[in-house]
């Protein structure tokens, strides 16, 4: 979910769109002995000025996803962060100094803390106040910028949405002005006809034209499904189709939003960017969000070919952009049913967890849905072994049920 666009945030574009970007630290290793010291619970080793909050709110709710319990001066360190407004911004160096006029607050860092800590639990007093600050900053069209008064855009809109939907407030009833946020994400949405059909555009140019724009469109698909940043895959999902017919909704902009996404990574399983003066080439992290997009919308099946491409081509990107693409992985394996903890021959968990401090726990098995597939197939895959060396089946569950399992 690259929801951030400050200037600054975009400096560092090139190392997170894809393994042919000029090398950069590796995060998952510890910093240099020259490196200025970071502040103990961060994850990642590279400078947090424009992304720490964004990161460590993006491993921790990652972590969550795959049943791990994160170290508690992970989660002290993010809270630590928050202003007295409720208000987060990418960084605070000194977190124990009063935040100011000069320090530059922002709706993505606000929104992806409350979805972290809401989905940890225990932190409803911190998630409150920021809630309470995203809805003092919504614009009167319904939507948000990334800063306070500026612009509604479709990202910062969407991550929003998905903060007022992790705390359980519906974000049809936020409003401004008798606009919700939804009304603003329509505004942002491409017709079915002519160029980028069903897509969402960032926001509309001086013109009023938009453009479609991937990276827009698979934040505001699970947006308008009511859903945050790691959604479970729609296991009811059919192939999306774009159409225009009858009022806007939501739901019929996820739809063609879909379909838009599913056109766009048909041909050869990835998106693909470019810079100014470079070369296009595969863009990994959006690429991810869309495996994320399909499967909440479709289903696990129609985000199978991107999957499967990240799970050949990822590694390299992951490994050099740090806990925030581990944790867009570990989403995108999650929503598509994918074992995080072998993809592509990568256990994720395990490389995200050596970005930070040692987590206080590991589930054994993985997360949710993915540990019930595999402890059932453990079960089977043990039954046939006894069968085969002559113990009957009868005496395998009388034993189990004496030992009190299922």
Known sequence: MNFRRSAAALAAA???IGSAAPAVADTSAGPSPSSPALPAGLYGTTDPQYDGVWRQSLALLAQHTVDVRPAAKAVD????QQCADGSFAAFRAEPGKACDAKLMVD???TAAAVQALAALGGHDTVTGKAVSWLKSVQNKDGGWGYTPGGPSDTNSTSVVIGALAAVGQKPESVVKDGKSPYDALLTFALPCSGDGAGSFAYQPDKKGKLAANADATAAAVVAALGQ??????????AKARCEDSGKPSPDRAAANGASYLAQAVAKDGHLTSSLPGAT???DFGNTADTVVALAAQSGPAQAQKP???LEKNSEAWAKQSGPAAYAQLVF???AADADPHDFGGVDLVERLNATGPAPES????GAGDIAKDNSTYGVWWTVGVFLVAGIGIGFLLSGRKKQGQP
């Open 280 to 282: 296009d080439q595969p």
């Open 332 to 334: 995108a394996a999650y």
């Open 14 to 16: 090139v190392a997170v």
């Open 307 to 309: 999957l499967k491409w």
């Open 77 to 80: 360190w993010l809270t630590g």
């Open 362 to 365: 590991v589930g054994k098995e």
């Open 107 to 109: 709706t993505n860092s």
């Open 228 to 237: 945050g940043m790691a959604p479970k895959g729609n296991a009811k999902g």
